[in-house]
């Protein structure tokens, strides 16, 4: 949880810095930052080497971090949306 918090969190402080793109570009970023904060400790604590893993584990790693990438794109196309008023 704190890794998707600290992701949306990084991502809503980039778009007020001109970091802004369509839904497509939003998702990517997010999805890079949700890999990095959820992987990064495992991998700085050597809880985890990627060069290991399978197929499979690739899966169940970046199926959900890509789901929660599309779903704070859209967050963030509605808030902007909202502020707009369009």
């Known amino acids: 949880m704190t890794a998707g918090v600290s992701a949306g969190l990084a991502l809503s402080l980039l778009r007020p810095a001109g970091a802004r793109g369509g839904a497509s570009a939003t998702a990517g970023v997010a999805w890079a930052l949700a890999m990095a904060v959820g992987n990064g400790p495992m991998l700085t604590l050597g ?3 990627p ?3 399978s197929r499979t584990d690739w899966a169940a790693d970046v199926v959900p971090h890509a789901a929660y990438a599309v779903a704070a794109a859209l967050v963030l196309r509605e808030v902007d949306r909202s502020r707009t008023g369009t």
């Open 47 to 49: 809880i985890t080497d």
């Open 51 to 53: 060069r290991t893993w």
